[in-house]
């Protein structure tokens, strides 16, 4: 694509079955091979039947606007790459859903998912992030089912509502509230959300949305920039992000169960 070899790597059940398989596609942190998150997220541990796909981005990096590495600094058109790459998964899948779809990133890869949110909404029933806000203008975001996942022992993001947000590019970042705000008004949520605490995890939940699509935003307390793994009481990013994506009922019917 565009002079570049790009590729991905693509973990599933075989063979191929009648039923209809979820489809995760996960974007790597910066500077870490697509094999190295697929261990770090473990996704298979929880899904059941799904095809899981991990993009590998130039340099080990997404151009995700005002980040970050060798991606961005060579103006890398991710967001053309990773449609591509679904394009090709539905196509030669025959057992792919193409209504359910997910995107999940982590830190540049969450930056990254939080760019295809703005550029392309409909290719995915839902989106989540971990450690990460976007790094360029989404002024009139379209809706889509978000989940916003942060630690407050991250250093490189602010929680908000107080606090100075983070600069980076030249860009000042959201908050991570500014940013789930954001998607709060572009699906038209209101009322006060669902919250449920487990262990040092808080979750709050907004099913009052107009345009029938859920945001979800959970908060670590303490933990750091590192992907959250769990304990015996507090549940790993991984359950939590799946848990999201399976109350989703599909792209094309919208919203959450």
């Not at 991905?8 to 596609?25: H, K, M, S």
Request: glycine share 12%; proline share 8%; hydrophobic share 35%.
């Amino acid at each position: 694509m565009n002079g570049l070899n790009r590729s991905y790597l693509l973990v599933r059940p075989w063979p191929a079955g009648a039923a209809r398989l979820p489809v995760l596609v996960s974007l790597h942190g910066c500077c870490v091979t697509p094999d190295y998150e697929r261990q770090r997220s473990g996704f298979a541990d929880v899904t059941g039947p799904a095809i899981l796909v991990y993009p590998a981005g130039v340099g080990q990096s997404w151009n995700a606007g005002n980040c970050c590495g060798a991606a961005q600094a060579a103006a890398v058109d991710d967001v053309a790459f990773l449609t591509a790459v679904v394009d090709k998964v539905l196509g030669t899948q025959p057992d792919a859903a193409p209504g359910r779809v997910f995107l999940v990133g982590y830190s540049n890869g969450g930056k990254m998912a939080l760019r295809m949110a703005c550029a392309v909404p409909r290719r995915f029933a839902a989106v989540a992030t971990y450690a990460a806000v976007s790094s360029m203008p989404c002024p009139n975001p379209a809706p889509a089912a978000l989940l916003e996942i942060a630690a407050t022992g991250d250093p490189e993001l602010t929680i908000g509502p107080g606090g100075t947000p983070h600069t980076i590019g030249g860009y000042t970042q959201p908050t991570v509230d500014g940013q789930v705000d954001q998607y709060r008004r572009a699906n038209r949520c209101s009322g006060s959300p669902n919250t449920r605490a487990q262990g040092s995890l808080t979750t709050s939940t907004w099913v009052r949305c107009g345009t029938g699509r859920c945001v979800q935003l959970a908060v670590y307390q303490g933990g750091s920039h590192d992907w959250p793994q769990g304990d015996d009481v507090t549940p790993s990013a991984t359950q939590v992000i799946w848990d999201f994506f399976s109350t989703v009922r599909g792209a094309t019917a919208g919203g959450c169960r």
